[in-house]
């Protein structure tokens, strides 16, 4: 169902990411999406497709990533 499907697709990216890094390609930032809408199932509408709170979730995660990314602190 729908959990194989999003393991599946993290497992893809994530190998993508690493093909690309071990290929010489700089300035790659990885954040998993097992953990950016929550795990109590309220950041979602449907358990797939982030609501305003899963955004926000969303958000909280990206910031620190692309902080670190430009040279921000």
């Known amino acids: 169902g729908r959990a194989k499907f999003h393991e599946a ?12 890094k ?7 930032h990885y954040l998993s999406g097992d953990d950016l809408l929550g795990d109590d ?11 305003d709170l899963g955004f926000v979730r969303q958000a909280d995660a990206f910031e620190p990533v692309l902080r670190r990314a430009l040279g921000l602190k």
């Open 41 to 51: 199932a309220e950041g979602t509408t449907d358990a797939s497709h982030p609501n």
């Open 9 to 20: 697709n993290h497992a893809a990216l994530r190998k993508a990411y690493e093909q690309l």
């Open 22 to 28: 071990v290929s010489g390609v700089k300035h790659l």
